[in-house]
């Protein structure tokens, strides 16, 4: 059974891979194509679903809804070229921390 990291990663190197396809063949690239404005959009839209969803009782459409807005994330990073280990590098440092702490830190050195 596939661990969570290695299914993201697995999603994540489709996601690279998808960068130069057909964007008539694959969702993705066709996002790639639209540029970083519908990416963003996807990236929001799913955001206020997962928000919809989480007010409801229904457990499994807010599992359905985290996992599309992980996806849109994730097609972000990789159109930005940030990998997954940026990502986990980043949660690693604030590992530990307090939030208020790490919050009133941030862009300083």
Do not use: C
């Not at 190197?13 to 964007?23: N, V």
């Not at 799913?46 to 097609?75: C, M, P, Q, Y």
């Amino acid at each position: 059974m596939d661990t969570p990291d290695t299914v993201l990663a697995r999603l994540y190197a489709t996601l690279q891979d998808r960068r130069t396809a057909d964007p008539a063949s694959s969702y993705v690239a066709g996002l790639y194509a639209k540029g970083l404005d519908a990416i963003l959009k996807k990236v929001g839209e799913e955001a206020a679903e997962t928000i919809l969803a989480a007010k409801n009782a229904d457990r499994g459409a807010l599992v359905r809804e985290l996992a599309d807005l992980w996806f849109h994330s994730l097609v972000l990073m990789a159109a930005r070229d940030i990998t997954p280990a940026e990502l986990d590098a980043e949660l690693a440092r604030r590992m530990g921390r307090s939030g208020l702490d790490e919050k009133a830190t941030r862009g300083k050195p």
